[in-house]
């Protein structure tokens, strides 16, 4: 079983669009994917039509549901489990609990359901429900928008994906970063995936969660289908199966299957 | 004195980018503009050029030191007050803090410097950082992004105003709604436009903090230079002052000029 976050503190760069398309695309390849919503703002469940006010990852994390009482099949293969607005207290709320950071893992390893592939939509944060997907996850992708402050916060992704690893979870390693929102007809776009590839390139070898990430090939074209698709409910291979969005996300999705973490 | 607050609890929607061309613009009129990064991502104080490791808002809301010694010039009639990444841990540094809420406002009061509008930016959430923001303005601007998610969350920010206005700031308000990475030649961005006039007209003469919320005329465009000029610490008006994005950011500084909350 893969478990990957999607996560970037930087808000609005595709983090939830690409956790519900790339699940999808992942489930259209025959695999069994279970998404979870893990922000406050609840967009994944959104995206998928799901509306809110059921069990969600709020009562799992806080008051210890079962996370299968929590979790709706959407499709073939693709099950989501909904997040909630009420998630956003998490933070105070889960304060004094002890092991705070280990809830969503140890919610994870009671699931006697096997998949393969949970795919974890984080908020736009590095707190407490980030940090208990960075607990329980072996691969991180992160999405990029290629801008001016892209790279500013890559830094401060790095150095906490390395407490994680530390203290936490000894396994997760930081598998690659995708492009999104990419404009080939911008020279900002070019010129941010230069310094992208030299950042990544000088902490190649050395003992980090990040050493081996790369820049996918697969780069998100900015397609206005992928802004359209969630007023549907749809993932964009049921809204728009042959347009931009879905090509680079069906591509996206092969990339990955083939490139594993070395654990 | 005018204090406005640029908030959205939506990632990437362009509030750094309004609050660093909109306090520009401003200065640029004559008026004499404090900007405040809130956000522990700094991108304001980046997007001016300014590095971190200085004394920052950081020090002011958990150290007590008086917002003067964090303030810096930038320009003539421009001052920022910078942000600094241990502010993430802000939220869980304050939670025991009596009032922590009010301590952005506290500092202000005790502030003998004049000016005529303080412009904060903030992060991607309703935590503690923008809830000091909300309990110390009068007014507050909602950069939006004419997509779908964006209207999902404006009723929770609605929600948290009207909580703020009857606990802890009576006489905050929201000013109103400015539309930013408009794009004229698509559907989605016209029909999200025309939601979002149904959903404010809904709420105009009833007793809320939002009865008065209107869409700013002024849209600002998607304008790859307001992408751009970040990466060389300048404000859109240095950069590339005749684009479109100058010419919108004018636009909309002169209105808000004109536009005051009756309080
Ligand atoms: N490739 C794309 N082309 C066009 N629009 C896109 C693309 N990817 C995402 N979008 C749109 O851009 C906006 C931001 O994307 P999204 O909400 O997925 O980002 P996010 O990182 O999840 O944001 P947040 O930080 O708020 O969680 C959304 O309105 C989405 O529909
Ligand atoms: N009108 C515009 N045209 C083109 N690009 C823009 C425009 N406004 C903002 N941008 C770019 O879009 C991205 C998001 O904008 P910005 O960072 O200002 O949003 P934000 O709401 O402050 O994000 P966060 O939620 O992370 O604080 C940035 O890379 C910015 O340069
Ligand atoms: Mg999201
Ligand atoms: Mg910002």
Redesign the pocket.
Known sequence: MRKIAIL?QK????????AVNLAAALAGMGKKVCLIDL?P?A?ASAHLGVSLGITSIYDVLVQSKPIEQARLQIDNNLYLVPSDINLAAAEVELAGVVGRELLLRDALDNDSEDFDYIVIDC??SLGVLSLNALACVHEILI?LQPHYFALHGLGKLFETTGLVARRLNSAVKILGVIV??FEANTKLGHEVVTDLQEFLEKSQGQNVPWANAKIFQTK?????K??EC?SYGKSIFSYAPSCN?AEDYIKLAQEIEIKQVSL
Do not use: E, S, Y
Request: no cysteine; proline share 12%; aromatic share 0%.
């Open positions: 970037n808000g609005g760069v595709g983090k939830t669009t690409t922000d703002q967009h908020a736009p999405p999104t929102l998100i074209r900015r397609n206005i992928l802004a969630p969005g």
